[in-house]
């Protein structure tokens, strides 16, 4: 179903999704299990297309990382949820207080209803896909509109989840802002966002009209914090391999560091031997990724310039030194350095091969340059003792940390995945994503014989012995 914004298509889609949760309310764990497996089919089946389709997107992707970060990553959420699905589903008894014994109290979790899902470009099947598992586990009915900058993904998408899933179950709507606009205007009954913090508002304000649930899974300035312990040499492939995967074009990849003063120069010697370890050319290197359009490439060397107008030192790490065109879009990995929070990289997540660092003399500045900023989605520590990272995560909030490491956290099905603050709202990946699909109804089940009527009207003695009791009882 394409490229029609004004809404006739979408309207209909919609219509027909609903009437068919309408018909099947309460899907049971056969039929879920089911459409897990078409999606695992898809995704194993066209593993090869997928692949094609995302490198012609982005000029160069390499196969592993896609096969790595995106089909991977998908397989791996739908084999947790298929596995844990019967237990997810089913409706829990919880304690009853003595005050209203002998009454009983059970949570009954429940498909919402129609779900939408509305995803970015830099990772076009994992972030597409992986919300669309816990959409599908927790029973609903779901249309999925993927980004517009990847067009051959989307296109395929849509065209391999038509062959496997009815459109009334599972379908897929292509076209850019204009029918992004249209499809948060839907009334449905959880809206699922992942993207920028601008349109994230955007979104915010559309699902607000149907008072429609929502996700949002949005971005922001991850710290990569070194602390004055921390074995740079140890820790440099880590920070280079979450800053270059993809280019730097993830969500969580760090987007800046924060070193003490005197260890600067050997990060960025330790920064340019990882580098030409990983990426020893960078031009005709199938494993770098080139940046997904013009615009962003524009955007990333103006990130640049902008930092070195304003006195930044850039250090350019290309091994081979390569001319590398324009027109290829591959950015040689940029490290900025005596950056101040002028500078445009300073102040807008960069989203690219670029990494500012910025120092800090005590950690209490280092934490209080973290919360000066908005709450970000992902935050890196390295090195550091026990009780110095219990500061650290006690007095920063971040969506989610590694420690020694970077982007780890996002790949563990147990941990809850999303933002807070300007980086979003809500979380997904395992029984979270479930959860987020889910209605968890209260149900409070009263037994013929209760002692309720001793709380009726007329209000008398009765009533205020009665409640004294029960305060006793609480
Ligand atoms: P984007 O916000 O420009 O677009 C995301 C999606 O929204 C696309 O499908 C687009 O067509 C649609 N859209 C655009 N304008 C819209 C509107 N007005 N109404 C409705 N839909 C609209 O984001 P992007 O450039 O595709 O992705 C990059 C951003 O996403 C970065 O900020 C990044 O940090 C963030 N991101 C976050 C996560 C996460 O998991 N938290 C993951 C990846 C990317």
Redesign the pocket.
Known sequence: MSGNPGGDTLGALFAAQRMAFDAERNPSFAVRRDRLDRLAALVDANEAELVAAIAADFGVRPAQETRLAELFMVTAGIRHARRNLRRWMRSRSVPTPLYLRPGGSRIVRQPRGVAGV??????PVQ?ALLPIVAALAAGNRVLL?????TPKTSALLERIVGSRFAADEFAVVTG??EV??A??RLPFDHLF????????R??AR?AAENLTPLTL????KSPALIHADADVEALAPRLAVGKLLNAGQT?IAPDYVLAPADRVDALIEALASSVAALYPQLGANPDYTSIINDRHYARLAALIDDAEAKGARVVRLNPGNEFLPERARKLAPTLLVDVRDDMAAMRE?I?GPILPIDTYTTFDEAIAKINARPRP?ALYAFGGDAPSRLRLLQQTIAGGVTFDDTLWHFCNEELP?G?VGA??YGAYHGERGFLAFTHEKAVFMQPRFAPTWLLYPPYRKRFDAVLKILKQLA
């Open positions: 509305i995803s970015p470009w830099n990772y972030l509109k993927p980004s517009e900058l850019g802002a992004g606009q499809f948060a966002f992942t993207g920028s913090t601008r349109v994230g955007e979104i559309a899974e949005l971005g922001g969500c997540e989203f989605l995945f933002g980086s979003g």
